[in-house]
């Protein structure tokens, strides 16, 4: 029985690393270095078995060097043709081999080193491209390079594989010298090329060897109907010359926890003088995830540096936030990932506006330079929707009686009452002030929103008041313990009005869109705030009887 069950780790170990990398499982994404960053290793105490599986074995049985592996996009799009990349959009890939789209070309293809290769805690693709695809204005061929970040998902006898910081490089071609000089609309059309080189690239990879080690996977469940439980309990790490598979205790309970979304975090002006000037920025950012008691948090670091000039910067650590409560009866054992602090993006910018990545957590929304004054002001992250699942392992507990709900703050438009003055701000201002606090009872959680608008000159007319509403009540039976994270958020908005629009703030609770002054009278009849909060709010309760 102990040599059927060695065999079955190891060749579970081989299939699931055959993926590199990490996704929802397990985070194998570099931790960063130097900078007092932080890098913790956070593996569950019951590990049960463990083996070691050098990196060659797995190397052998990865798609080989030189071997190119074709994607797809849209079938018949060149119906004269009848070679399949001249017929059809395609992208290919070949690891290690800087593989050419132009016939006249191939004799000039290149070997680029070895096409995957091992670091201290992530696996590295070094891979040669080519693309016949379909953009604005031009259809022609292109090709480059790629290095990127393999990942892995590992759910429930399933695998999945997602491709994180795809770095891509262009050889000089017709094509690519065209599409760099033209514009579509404002976009350049390279830049529409990249996109969706990236997206295809990404899908492609995703695809192919997900399909390949999954049919895999199948045949061994046959062969071993342990498989499917066993795979909801592994952790792996990468070491500089081999994976290392945990085999966790099956007594533990492993949840994998869908974070919450409307992530959005703008970092502290901390140098220079706030404009990038079309100078980047070069924008870095990391999740941090802790247990803390009986809940897990996290926090993400921005860190955005221009690249010349007086290096402008922005940077800080957004409010942590919490992403889990263990249920009754159970407690928080550990975080079942290799490293709790985790690269999302490392990205030097170009041009003005918002720039939407790829990342091992989903799509991030990066804004770094536009017209003006940048950091403080505009440069911010966003994450929207995370596809990234965090696995959490739990004990029984049976000393735990607490649980944690959720209140959705719902939209509110407050007019805060006539003070002073003769409610016509005139142009003068106002000075706009909103702080927004939770209070709590035993039994009740109260919203509490303050709003004041001050005419800065003149006979200084005045709105002010606060507007509260209960926005949750224990049911019978229960207490309210704690509201878990930040209850305060004073000068949630503070700015002076400068004209009749509406001014909108992206905020950690939501849009703020704020009405001040107008044409006419403003205190108490127009002035005001309609807050469209996308948050909830995290409450701990105690059964009591």
Do not use: C
């Not at 992208?91 to 096409?115: M, P, Q, Y």
């Not at 955005?304 to 263990?326: F, Q």
């Not at 699942?389 to 004990?395: S, Y």
């Amino acid at each position: 029985m102990k040599k059927n069950l060695n065999k079955f780790f190891v060749m579970v170990g081989i299939l699931t690393v055959l993926v590199i990398g990490l996704k929802s499982n397990a985070v194998f994404s570099q931790a960063t270095t130097g900078g007092g960053a932080i890098q913790t290793e956070n593996l569950p105490t019951n590990v049960v078995t463990t083996q070691d599986i050098p990196f060659r074995v797995i190397r052998a049985l990865l798609p080989q060097d030189g071997n190119v592996i074709s994607h797809t996009v849209r079938k018949n799009v060149w119906t004269q043709n009848q070679v399949p990349f001249f017929r059809n959009e395609t992208v290919e890939f070949s690891f290690g081999r800087g593989i050419r789209a132009n016939i006249g070309d191939r004799k000039n293809e290149r070997w680029l080193g070895e096409g995957i290769v091992i670091r201290n805690g992530y696996l590295e693709l070094n891979a040669g491209w080519r693309a016949h695809i379909q953009v604005p204005v031009h259809d022609d061929f292109f090709d480059g390079t790629i290095r990127a970040r393999l990942a892995l998902l590992v759910d429930y006898g399933r695998i999945h594989v997602a491709v994180d910081n795809i770095e891509l490089s262009w050889n000089s071609s017709f094509g690519a010298d065209l599409v760099t000089g033209l514009t579509f609309g404002t976009v350049n059309v390279k830049q529409i090329v990249e996109k969706k080189l990236r997206e295809e690239i990404t899908r492609g990879l995703n695809d192919k060897i997900s399909h390949e080690l999954n049919s895999r996977m199948e045949s061994l469940k046959s062969q071993f109907p342990l498989i499917p439980t066993a795979l909801s309990y592994l952790s792996l790490r990468i070491l500089p010359d081999k994976v290392r598979l945990y085999v966790h205790g099956l007594r533990d309970r492993l949840v994998f926890v869908q974070l919450p979304s409307g992530d959005y975090f703008k970092p502290n002006h901390t140098h220079g003088d706030k404009d990038f000037n079309g100078n980047g920025p070069r924008f870095q950012s990391h999740i941090h995830f802790f247990v803390s008691g009986n809940h897990v948090y996290r926090k993400i670091y921005v860190f955005a540096k221009e690249t010349k000039s007086d290096w402008t910067t922005a940077s800080g650590w957004s409010e942590e936030r919490l992403v889990y409560s263990a249920p009754p009866g159970y407690r928080i054992e550990t975080l079942g990932v290799t490293r709790t602090f985790n690269r999302i993006v490392d990205r030097t910018l170009s041009g003005h506006g918002s720039h939407e990545l790829d990342s091992a957590f989903g799509p991030v929304y990066l804004y770094g330079d536009h017209g003006g004054d940048d950091t403080g002001v505009y440069t911010a992250l966003t994450m929207k929707n995370y596809t990234y699942r965090l696995p959490v392992v739990l004990k029984r507990d049976l000393t735990n009686t607490r649980q944690t709900v959720q209140a959705n703050l719902t939209p509110v438009f407050y007019k805060p009452p006539h003070t002073n003055g003769d409610r016509d701000f005139n142009g003068h201002g106002p000075n706009m002030n909103l702080n927004i606090s939770l209070a709590r009872t035993s039994t009740q959680v109260k919203l509490q929103m303050y709003l004041k608008a001050r005419e800065t000159k003149g006979d200084l007319t005045t709105a002010a008041g606060t507007y509260e509403k209960v926005i949750y009540r224990v049911p019978d039976g229960y207490r309210i313990t704690n509201i878990l994270g930040k209850t305060s958020w004073p000068n949630l908005v503070n700015y002076e009005d400068k004209d009749h629009s509406i001014n909108i703030f992206f905020t950690p609770l939501g849009l703020m869109n704020m009405y001040g002054d107008r044409s006419g009278n403003d205190a108490g009849i127009y002035t005001g705030v309609l807050a469209l909060f996308n948050y909830a709010v995290p409450i701990e309760i105690e059964r009591i009887y």
